[in-house]
């Protein structure tokens, strides 16, 4: 497939580690531009140097005193999900998973992390969970991980930014949620009954989204979509379904971000996601 970069794309692209071909000349001239414009993309997404230890799938813990709850504290009053998330309207579907108490996570959050950006998309993203900045924030995605993630779709040329009401919401939009609206405390990995009580959310934004194309990052995301427990390197490279929409299974930004040797691959995978979806235009 030929992709017709603008310089701000392939300066991106480089942020991510990918190298362009290019003819000599032309490839000179390119850099000499694209050096001139990555100062803000540096600003925006610094890149952290290689590691060398070989890098968890979820970002690493952040401290936390004393043991991290799986369950909610007795004090905290659970009850059942709302009745008819498999029919609600967004505004129903958002205060629903804002007011939501169906698993223990409810009590540690500052606030559900619903999801963001245009609703009429094209493509959807799917992470794990909201982590610490995500929940004082309300947004998914923002942080560092949140912004490699951002590098990556406007290589593609996709923004968070393209709202439902803008005639390019579906071709450039993108929606971004996660598989549980509520942050593990610590940043422990999801527990199954999390995943199954947040689960008919997402489902519900799926369907209410329609997008052509899913791209599924990191092993939560990947596996409860999937319904799977293969490991995320044996799942790549295919095209998977989730209730009829094709879904790409990639890796977790924050992966990326310790890992930088598999940026080309997460590239690989873009690029396999727009032959499925159909380039922006
Ligand atoms: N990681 C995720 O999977 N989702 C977020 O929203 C933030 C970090």
Redesign the pocket.
């Known amino acids: 497939m030929s992709l017709q970069l603008d310089q701000r794309q392939r300066a991106m692209l480089a942020e991510m580690g990918v190298k362009l071909w290019a003819p000599r000349a032309k490839a000179a001239a390119e850099s000499a531009a694209a050096v001139k414009t990555r100062a803000p993309v540096e600003k925006a997404a610094p890149v952290p140097a290689p590691a060398r230890t070989p890098p968890p799938a979820r970002?690493a813990p952040l401290p936390v005193s004393g043991p991290i709850p799986a369950a909610a504290p007795a004090s905290a009053a659970l009850g059942p999900r709302p009745e008819g998330v498999e029919s609600m309207d967004w505004p129903a579907l958002e205060a629903a998973v804002a007011g939501c108490r169906a698993c223990g996570l409810c009590a540690h959050r500052t606030q559900a992390?619903f999801g963001v950006g245009s609703r009429a998309a094209d493509w959807m993203v799917v992470?794990?969970?909201?982590?610490d900045?995500?929940d004082r924030q309300g947004?998914?995605?923002?942080?560092q991980?949140?912004k490699l993630l951002d590098n990556m779709l406007a290589a593609i040329g996709l923004s968070r930014q393209a709202s439902a009401d803008t005639p390019l919401a579906g071709r450039q939009g993108v929606y971004?949620a996660?598989?549980l609206k509520c942050r593990p405390p610590g940043n422990r990995n999801p527990q199954p009954e999390e995943v199954a009580q947040c689960e008919p959310y997402l489902r519900r934004q799926v369907a209410l989204v329609q997008p052509r194309i899913i791209l599924a990052?990191?092993r939560?995301?990947v596996q409860s979509l999937l319904q799977t427990t293969e490991p995320i390197g044996r799942l790549r490279g295919r095209v998977h379904q989730y209730r009829g929409v094709p879904v790409i299974v990639t890796y977790?930004?924050?992966y990326l971000l310790r890992a930088l040797p598999e940026k080309a691959k997460a590239w690989q995978d873009l690029c396999l996601a727009l032959k499925v979806a159909g380039a922006p235009a």
């Open positions: 970002p992390v992470g794990e969970a909201p982590g900045n995500e947004q998914p995605f923002v942080g991980a949140g971004i996660n598989v990052m990191g939560f995301a977790h930004p924050a």
